[in-house]
């Protein structure tokens, strides 16, 4: 009994001993913030594209959210598709990455939004014409 003490304590103050490992410094959650109108843009035409959506489309305004694989949504309603029909569709966001988007649950009330046309805006354009002389 005497022994196993002895070595369970030798045991111990050995691994207390050793070589300092220095542990990568602990980083908080921090919260993903609503994407900016580029990125919104961008992940709202890749929905439309993923959903097969044909026609034009109309957007809800960004919202938070606690329901799905995103911090932000937004509502996109299609009014004509592959299927013939009017859908009604999440779109979601981390910060300016899309996340994915599916069809509307009932719990994010996406059937009682307001909507508005969606219109993209190009980026702005590139000078062709010849370059300045120095």
Not at 72 to 97: I, W
């Amino acid at each position: 009994m005497r022994v196993t003490a002895m070595l369970l304590l030798g045991f111990t103050l050995a691994a207390c001993g050793g070589p300092s490992v220095e542990l990568p410094l602990w980083k908080g959650y921090v919260e993903p913030s609503m994407p900016t109108a580029v990125a919104a843009q961008a992940g709202i035409k890749l929905a439309a594209t993923e959903e097969k959506i044909t026609g034009p489309i109309e957007v809800s305004e960004m919202h938070h959210t606690d329901f799905g694989p995103g911090s932000f949504m937004v509502c996109m309603r299609g009014t004509e598709s592959v299927h013939n029909q009017v859908g009604y569709y999440a779109v979601f966001f981390d910060n300016d990455v899309y996340k994915g988007s599916r069809v509307s649950a009932i719990l994010e009330g996406c059937e009682q939004q307001n909507y508005r046309p969606f219109v993209p805006v190009e980026g702005p354009e590139k000078s062709v014409g010849p370059k300045p002389h120095s």
